[in-house]
């Protein structure tokens, strides 16, 4: 489906300021520890006390930080082909930016706060939420081709790939919710992202197979 979008914007500034923006929000994990820092120093503490007490605080940031950087990869892949942005596409990508800048406050949470249903949820309700963004953006690129010239393939895979990990983030989520005391190891369900994607596509192949006429004889 094609539509004429008459005000587009060119893809560079774009992107450069997702990457100005997804820079700031892996920056801004490390400022509970830096302030952590200073305050065992103030107390004097020793190096390996400070590595035991803020054990949950360094999980959780190296956590983020290695999710936010697959969210950004992704959204580079989903974006590399895309030579125009639209109003509806911008606001968009606005709604995907916004979940990155605030996953460090439920990050914080995570490590300083004492665990429960409510952390888990903010947390990894977060991250669904980028999954949402990012799936919306690649529907509206199936619904507008023509502004770039990513392949039905990508756009197909990209949206299998998307609807797993918001089933697996949802799965991890309840495991979260319901077994505390596993904490967030559910979230290594995320490990089946790739089998899944891969069930999710072939689905898509074959019901597009399936909706495609018939060649006449």
């Keep these: 489906m ?3 979008h008459p005000t587009t914007f060119p893809t560079e500034r774009f992107k450069a300021f997702v990457d100005a923006v997804v820079a ?3 920056t801004l994990l490390i400022l509970p520890l830096l302030e952590a820092v200073s305050d065992a120093a103030g107390e004097g503490e020793t190096t390996g006390r400070f590595f035991h007490e803020h054990a949950g605080q360094l999980l959780s940031f190296g956590l983020s930080f290695v999710l936010i950087a697959v969210f950004w990869m992704g ?3 989903q974006y590399r082909d895309i030579e125009r942005i639209t109003t509806p596409l911008l606001w968009i990508n606005v709604a995907w930016m916004a979940t ?3 996953l460090p406050v439920p990050t914080a949470m995570l490590g300083q706060l004492d665990a429960d249903p409510l952390q888990a949820v903010v947390y990894i309700g977060t991250l669904i939420l980028t999954q949402v963004t990012t799936l919306g953006g690649w529907v509206y690129v199936a619904r507008h081709r023509d502004l770039g010239s ?3 393939d990508a756009i197909r895979g990209g949206i299998a790939g998307d609807l797993a990990a918001i089933a697996l983030f949802g799965a991890a989520l309840v495991i979260a919710v319901s077994i505390p005391a596993t904490g967030y190891a559910g979230l290594l369900i995320l ?3 790739g089998p899944l994607s891969r069930v999710f596509d072939r689905l898509a192949r074959r019901r597009g197979q399936a909706g495609a006429p018939s060649r006449p004889e």
């Design 2 to 4: 094609s539509d004429h």
């Design 24 to 26: 700031i929000a892996m």
């Design 75 to 77: 959204h580079h892949r």
């Design 100 to 102: 990155i800048v605030w």
């Design 150 to 152: 990513a392949s039905s």
């Design 191 to 193: 490990l089946l992202n």
